[in-house]
């Protein structure tokens, strides 16, 4: 980005980010991504509730998804139970909450577009 003429950039842990929002797509780019930060909002859930909510992923990127999230240090994973079957929960750190605003943010921008362009329908829930 230039600012007063000077070619600058955001260096954080040293990777270079060329805008703010390069940074911000760091943590929730991708497809997956800020859905998944989305529906732990609402509070904590289990991987099978996680899945429930997004039928369109499947169970290996739901857990990609989940680990990266949680090294980034948004979401945070905790083990019940020491032997099978071991619960396990996932919600957001503070790190994590701190993007409430910009979720809501995106969310009310594709609501807004997809009530303008489309339609809501109901679909059948997948098995």
Known sequence: ???????????VHGELYHCAMDV???????KWKAVVLWYL????LR?????KRIPDITEKML????KTLEQDGLIERKVYGIK???RVEYSLTEFGKSLSETLNAIA???RNYAEKEGKMVEVEEKK
């Open 47 to 51: 991987f099978s509730e996680i899945k």
């Open 41 to 44: 909002k609402g509070g904590t």
């Open 108 to 110: 009310k921008w594709g």
């Open 84 to 86: 099978p079957p071991v």
């Open 24 to 30: 911000t797509m760091e943590f929730i780019g991708g």
């Open 1 to 11: 980005m230039i600012i007063k003429g000077k070619n600058v950039a955001f260096e």
């Open 63 to 66: 857990s990609i998804q989940l």
